[in-house]
């Protein structure tokens, strides 16, 4: 571990040594190998040292497989627990536990004491939850929880930050029983049953995403007075089974559960199988005036006046739609344009201004919905785009995409945009053939913010990659790459002032992160990658955490990277 006290660079020794099931841990130690205990495993017997696992094994099957044992300042990093009863018991205060892998333990890591921090762990396989937070003043940042019963638990009391977490294959994503907890760039996907519930009102619930849950995305059973509500998105949730039965909305706020938040603005929800979406719609309705409700127009027509459409349109062997006014809006109502001859355009915003398309489908056609060169300031909003070659086709100055979802397509958001200010936040780009996010060379200027790639049944299937982005001073952050066949993010840095900072990188076949450079001024901050490189679960000592190559000049801090296929993990100049 590298603390930096007032400027101050301290580096502890490490010993490299043995350890022993049950025998107290006095000072900072890097394990030799890995540890097969038949009760408990490591225990702390110190404060502000370093429990460095070198990236072995401690496994057992009853008792805790690490456990703090009152102690503070204490850091646990590097390794893999596996069974247990408790994975890792974290209580005194300023605790750190990071860069682990937890699986198989009845429960994953169970924090309580004060001020402790759970960051860029993968929780796996236990009977009851990932990680159980009961302490007070404590953060939990950029964890993965997979196939566990709850992947987040915030226990009790007035407690902490949730921010940037991933919860996917659990029954539940999140639960919460606290007051005054945040919950922000969190994600609960493909979860068999609600992505989000809280039986305590939390103080915050700001820029999360539900996405392809069993039941609701959102689900409030508590009085929300004091909460604010913000910037969330809800897209495809209540299809349990796969079936379509008209029970689970995007957001649900209980009838019994009080008063509505204080704060309630930009929540957007779509295609969930309630068809009404939210409960009640006035958590996520869209701004501005209301539409005329139509009947959609023929296929190939010229749109050239707000309207929302009153029904579902199959436009096979023809276009979709093309955009012909400045400053209009064509709401899908939730409905769906499809084709099956994959060889037109769905919707074409052509040499027009300030257009916005929202919250429906668009299935199979070439290009689902394209923005071109000359139509600036595009808004597109809660759209499914499925099935085509390239999902969202974005070149527009300005274009702006919020809350939609590319599904099956060969690219699922390419962006082509030398003029610069696209903004792409809290999307999703799932199981694409190539690429999940393309940004071309000549594009400027782009933003990333809170959007997801990945997620697939089966590992190293979710995008054959997760983000290609070649750009000039483009910002990437809190954005999430899993389960992609190749690298999870590739990064090709033209210029200067590149920043990426707070994204996660797990369970990718190739690097997390692999980028390289020319140019020197690169900022990486606060990333977490594990457990990447094992494409086809081979274990050949290739796929690094950080793969920067000769790269120089970066400004690097915070970024966390641990059981990935090369044992060296990241690159130098990453500073992990």
Same mark, same amino acid.
């Given at each position: ?27 900072? =130690?890097?394990? @030799? ?25 401690? #496994? ?9 044992? $009152?102690?503070? $300042? ?45 960051? *860029? ?14 302490? @007070? ?19 009790? *009391? ?11 294959? !659990? ?65 495809? !949730? ?11 909305? %995007? ?13 309630? #603005? ?6 969930? &199988? ?49 955009? %012909? ?12 344009? *499809? ?42 909003? %809660? ?107 590739? =990064? ?6 590149? =920043? ?16 390289? #450079? #020319? ?43 641990? &059981?990935?296929? &090369? ?10």
């Amino acid at each position: 571990m590298v603390a930096t006290i007032v400027g101050v660079t301290l580096v502890p020794t490490l010993r490299a040594e043995a350890a022993t099931c049950g025998v107290p841990i006095t000072r900072s =130690i890097t394990l @030799t190998s890995d540890l097969v205990c038949s009760g408990s495993g490591l225990i702390v017997g110190a404060d502000s040292i370093v429990v460095d696992l070198g990236g072995h094994l401690v #496994s057992g099957t009853t008792g805790d497989g690490i456990d703090t044992d $009152r102690h503070s $300042r204490v850091v646990i990093r590097n390794g893999t627990v596996s069974g247990f009863t408790w994975g890792v018991g974290v209580d005194g205060s300023h605790n750190t536990v990071r860069g682990l892998d937890v699986g198989g333990a009845a429960e994953g890591i169970v924090v309580s004491g004060s001020h402790q921090k759970v960051i *860029g762990n993968v929780l796996e396989h236990s009977s009851d939850a990932g990680v159980t937070l009961g302490a @007070t003043h404590s953060s939990v940042s950029r964890n993965l929880a997979r196939a566990n019963g709850v992947g987040f638990v915030a226990d009790s *009391g007035s407690c902490c930050a949730f921010d940037g977490n991933v919860a996917i294959d !659990n029954a539940i994503g999140f639960q919460n029983y606290t007051t005054h907890t945040s919950f922000t760039h969190d994600s609960a996907m493909r979860n068999s049953g609600v992505g989000f519930v809280f039986y305590s009102a939390p103080g915050r619930v700001s820029s999360d995403v539900a996405l392809d849950n069993g039941d609701t995305g959102f689900r409030f059973a508590a009085s929300k007075r004091a909460m604010a509500l913000t910037s969330n998105v809800a897209n495809r !949730n209540g299809f349990a089974g796969g079936g379509a039965d008209g029970n689970g909305a %995007g957001f649900e706020i209980l009838m019994n559960s009080g008063p509505l938040p204080r704060t309630v #603005s930009g929540n957007i929800a779509s295609s969930n &199988d309630d068809s009404s979406n939210c409960a009640p719609t006035s958590i996520c309705s869209y701004p501005g005036p209301v539409l005329p409700v139509e009947a959609p127009p023929a296929c190939g027509s010229t749109i050239t006046h707000s309207t929302e459409f009153a029904a579902s349109k199959d436009c096979t062997g023809s276009d979709g739609y093309v955009i %012909g006014a400045d400053d209009i809006v064509v709401d899908l109502g939730g409905h769906e344009v *499809g084709s099956n001859d994959s060889t037109h355009t769905g919707f074409n915003v052509n040499g027009h201004s300030s257009v916005t398309i929202r919250n429906g489908t668009i299935d199979n056609f070439a290009t689902d919905l394209f923005v071109d060169a000359q139509s600036p300031k595009a808004t597109i909003q %809660g759209i499914i785009a499925t099935r085509g070659f390239a999902g969202f086709d974005l070149r527009g100055d300005g274009t702006r995409a919020f809350a939609n979802v590319a599904s099956t397509n060969e690219i699922g958001f390419a962006i082509e945009a030398p003029f610069g200010r696209t903004m792409l936040v809290r999307n999703a780009a799932l199981s694409t053939s190539s690429v999940g996010y393309y940004v071309s060379g000549d594009s400027c200027c782009v933003t990333f913010k809170g959007n997801l790639a990945g997620v697939a049944p089966t590992l190293y299937t979710g995008n054959h990659e997760g983000f290609d982005l070649e750009g000039k001073k483009m910002t990437i952050s809190n954005n999430i790459a899993l389960s992609s066949f190749a690298n999870g993010f590739a =990064i090709d840095v033209p210029t200067k002032h590149e =920043i990426v900072a707070a994204n996660t990188a797990f369970l990718n076949g190739g690097d997390g992160f692999n980028i390289s #450079s #020319s140019k020197r001024g690169l900022k990486l901050v606060r990333n977490v990658a594990d457990i990447n490189g094992f494409q086809g679960s081979n274990s050949d000592g290739l796929g690094r955490g950080f793969e920067l190559g000769s790269m120089t000049g970066v400004v690097a801090a915070g970024n966390i990277a641990a &059981d990935n296929d &090369d044992p060296s993990e990241c690159s130098p100049q990453a500073r992990c």
